[in-house]
Structure formats: C-alpha cells, structure tokens
T-cell receptor
Framework: DVKVTQSSRYLVKRTGEKVFLECVQD?????MFWYRQDPGLGLRLIYF???????EKGDIPEGYSVSREKKERFSLILESASTNQTSMYLC????????????FGPGTRLTVL | RKEVEQDPGPFNVPEGATVAFNCTYS??????FFWYRQDCRKEPKLLMS???SGNEDGRFTAQLNRASQYISLLIRDSKLSDSATYLC??????????FGAGTQVVVTP
C-alpha cells in the first residue's frame, strides 16, 4: 500500500514565522504535489516536483517555496507566514506517470495567528 | 468560468435511496477523470476512476459524457457511511489535476 506522511496534523504559528511542512512517501514515485484547500475554493496547486531538485510553480506559488533534495521527501516552506496562509495543506503523490491518479497524505491544518 | 464545476449541495438523501450528481469540465482535451471522497477534516481518497465506457464499483456508478463535457456519480442504496463530500478531478495534461470544490452528500436515517 502507498503511504504518504506529513510532519504534523495540526500546526499553529505566528505571523512572520518561517514554517516548514514535510511530506514523505515510502515508494519511488517521481511526481509530488503540494495543495492548499479552503472552503468553497477546492484544492489549489502551490508547487509540484517531478524529480529530485526539479520543481514547477502551480497556480498560487506566492509566499511559498519548496525543496526536494531526496526523492522521497518534498518540503513546503512558508518564508514569512501570514494570516491568509491559514489553511489545510495537502501533499499528494501521483501513482506512476502519465494520467494516473493521485494519493494524498493526511493533511496539515495550519493556523497562522 | 471555473475549470471544473460541481453543485456544492448538500444533497440530503434518505438511507437506501439513490442519489446522482454531475461535474462539468471546461477542457475538452482532458484525458482522465476521477471521483474522490473526502470526509470532514480528512484527506481526499480515491473512490473510482471514470472510464469512457462508464464503470461500476459495487453501489457506485460513474459515467463520462465527452460530448457534453461532464462526468457523473450515482450512489445506489445509500448508507449512512456514504455521507461525505465528493470531489471531481480532471486530468487535462500530464501532471496537472483540476479539482472541483466538491458536492456534499448527507445520508439521513
């Protein structure tokens, strides 16, 4: 079974803090994604990575950066957290390549005060 | 216009009844389609892929209508445990996934 873990289920940070969210997969999947989910807006893509050190911006990359130094780990970084980054953050991997489905981690609910 | 649109609901369904809802997508070149189920404050989980010929998985039936650019999900003999939000996901190009905002289904005793 595919396993995707995220470093925290719940996180509370203060405005201006640097925040690290980690995502780890236990298989060798190339494609990994970071989304945020807000009520009524659905999932929006922040960044994705298709290999080690390879990344591409998604639809809402402003205020975020990512790091993928090892294939199994994809980190999302909030350089200076703001209240409008309070959200549910979901990491996903794509099963294989092409047009296959995604598998999600349990999510991190981040609150920025 | 949103790329993927869903009726947010809620669809209130008596236990044992049938419920069906659609999802429309804007990119006619979309290659693959999925229904995900999401429980409150949990991650989305794959319910089923949607194939061109339509497919069934137990009480769940998914259909694809490319001409009118929509997919549908039908749930027969609804169970209380079917209460969830159902997300429509469309894959127009490699590594790009477009999500609907979800349709909420509430199954009542």
């Amino acid at each position: 079974d595919v396993k995707v873990t995220q470093s925290s289920r719940y996180l509370v940070k203060r405005t201006g803090e640097k925040v690290f969210l980690e995502c780890v997969q236990d298989m060798d999947h190339e494609n990994m994604f970071w989304y945020r989910q807000d009520p009524g807006l659905g999932l929006r893509l922040i960044y994705f990575s298709y290999d080690v050190k390879m990344k591409e911006k998604g639809d809402i990359p402003e205020g975020y950066s990512v790091s993928r130094e090892k294939k199994e780990r994809f980190s999302l970084i909030l350089e200076s957290a703001s209240t409008n980054q309070t959200s549910m953050y979901l990491c996903a991997i794509q099963i294989g390549l092409g047009y296959n489905e995604q598998f999600f981690g349990p999510g991190t609910r981040l609150t920025v005060l | 216009r949103k790329e993927v649109e869903q009726d947010p609901g809620p669809f209130n369904v008596p236990e044992g009844a049938t419920v069906a809802f659609n999802c429309t997508y804007s990119n006619s070149a979309s290659q693959s389609f999925f229904w995900y189920r999401q429980d409150c404050r949990k991650e989305p989980k794959l319910l089923m892929s949607v194939y061109s010929s339509g497919n069934e998985d137990g009480r769940f039936t998914a259909q694809l209508n490319r001409a009118s650019q929509y997919i549908s999900l039908l749930i027969r003999d609804s169970k209380l445990s079917d209460s969830a939000t159902y997300l429509c996901v469309v894959n127009p190009v490699v590594r790009k996934f477009q999500f609907g905002a979800g349709t909420q289904v509430v199954v009542t005793p």
